[in-house]
């Protein structure tokens, strides 16, 4: 069994999990300062993805275009590819950005199985629909347009909730829900409150 925590971020887009994972990250670093972590988010992925030029990457760049949903493949490629090239086993682990589709969670599941990743850590960000779509507007990006944010906010509910609640029925995770419309300081002494590392 392997004793190296795992923490997984989740929550509706604009709920700052990558915020937290980096806050997470410095947090540990400085709490453990010879413990190995290693972290990975699927945007710096699909980023590197959209630069390249081949067909894949092609397909990529037409779906963002769009405003669409990556398909749930690339989005295991990605992280399963971080995995098996980057973990060796003696080091703590800190992503977000997925899962997003109960597939991909059962996929991460088998994952977190295989590297004998013990009772990892869900943790949920939740704020509400209106203050994610607050949140994406305010932060919006070049290719940005309104619907494409209201698709972003709507695909938690039908696409990442299911994979959301499979964590959360699950005994081999230690699930937990924040308050993310808090500053960011409370949410992050919140889930260093709700951890319980020490």
């Known amino acids: 069994m392997n004793n190296k925590h795992t923490f997984i971020f989740s929550g ?71 995995f098996t090239e980057n973990l060796e086993g003696d080091e703590h682990i800190i992503t977000d950005g997925f899962p997003r589709a109960l597939v991909e969670a059962q996929s991460l599941d088998s994952a977190m199985k295989f590297y004998k990743r013990h009772k990892p850590h869900f943790i949920v960000i939740n704020v509400s629909k209106e203050e994610s779509h607050k949140r994406l507007l305010a932060r919006k990006r070049d290719d940005d347009t309104e619907d494409s944010i209201k698709r972003r906010v709507n695909w938690y509910d039908t696409q990442v909730l299911p994979a959301v609640n499979f964590y959360r029925d699950n005994p081999d995770y230690n699930f937990i829900e924040v308050d993310g419309e808090q500053p960011i300081e409370d949410v992050h002494a919140e889930i260093i409150s709700k951890l319980k590392l020490d």
């Open 12 to 82: 509706r887009s604009g709920c700052g999990k990558g915020t937290q994972r980096k806050l997470l990250y410095e947090y540990f670093s400085k709490q453990y300062p010879n413990e190995k972590i290693f972290q990975y988010y699927t945007g710096d992925g699909f980023r590197k993805l959209l630069e390249g030029d081949g067909y894949t990457n092609e397909l990529v760049r037409e779906v963002m275009e769009v405003g669409g949903l990556q398909p749930n493949f690339l989005a295991v490629y990605l992280w399963s590819t971080a």
